[in-house]
């Protein structure tokens, strides 16, 4: 099959090619989820150091568990509980150790900021997203993980809720109380 084929699968077609042994297809499956899982993690992670590993890690288990997958469809559910456990894993193990948030870190993943112009606008687009990204970080563990699959993981509150082993209502009140903690924290930036 020639590449320019694959771009124009599905990514439910690429799962049933790469469940199949198709390493062109899982290579386009890691192609297109490469950036979401980075910047999940990088959400999630404390530590920036080790994101890239992390990602790293996510999608080789990605790639050995793909013929696991029953269902296609829930691709998106699937790979998130993967990061989840990554997530989890990578905490236990730091657990007993200090980390900490350089107040020098000017690499700030920016959310949206292709339509600025001026530096002026890039500027301060940066500062937001640096702030947005220091609140996030501030929030408690579960609030923090609820949140993230929400706003940036696109999950249903069912999905967190599976991923997370607990109750839709107690998703439903992770993310509420993550909001308002954002609002909070962020309304000085409006």
Known sequence: MLKATYKKKSITELIELAQEDDYKALEEIIKSVQKTVYTTLEYLMPNKSNISD???TVLIKMSKNIKTLKSPQKFNIWL???????YFDEMRRLKNKCFYISIEDNECKELKDEKSNTPAEKCIAQEINKIVKESILSLP????IAIILREFGGLSYQEIADITNTEIGTVKSRIARARSRLQNDLKHCI
């Open 54 to 56: 992390l990602t790293q």
């Open 80 to 86: 998130n509980k993967i990061i989840t456990n990554v």
């Open 141 to 144: 563990e579960h609030f923090k």
